[in-house]
């Protein structure tokens, strides 16, 4: 049976979990930027399992948001 509290499909995608890639890939961000970053990835992660293109717009979404607060940063 599916564990969809502590491991739902749509979260292991080739033997990896989601939450472990987000991790790795905002070790060196914080705040929005950190926020925004694992959004993104999380929406790209599921689309294709979970909920089609409204997580492709989420992460869009996301996406426009991190790349507004970067161009505030001056990054």
């Known amino acids: 049976m599916a564990d969809m509290v502590n491991h739902p499909s749509h979260y292991c995608q080739g033997g ?3 939450i ?3 991790k790795a890939a905002v070790t060196d961000l914080s705040g929005i930027e950190a926020v ?3 959004n993104v ?3 790209v992660w599921r689309w294709k399992n ?3 293109i ?3 717009k989420k992460a869009g979404w996301y996406l426009d948001r991190l ?3 970067a161009e505030k940063a001056g990054k």
């Open 41 to 43: 990835i999380k929406y």
């Open 16 to 18: 990896i979990e989601c």
């Open 36 to 38: 925004c970053t694992a």
């Open 20 to 22: 472990d890639a987000i």
């Open 50 to 52: 979970k909920n089609g």
């Open 54 to 56: 409204e997580d492709l």
């Open 67 to 69: 790349i507004k607060e």
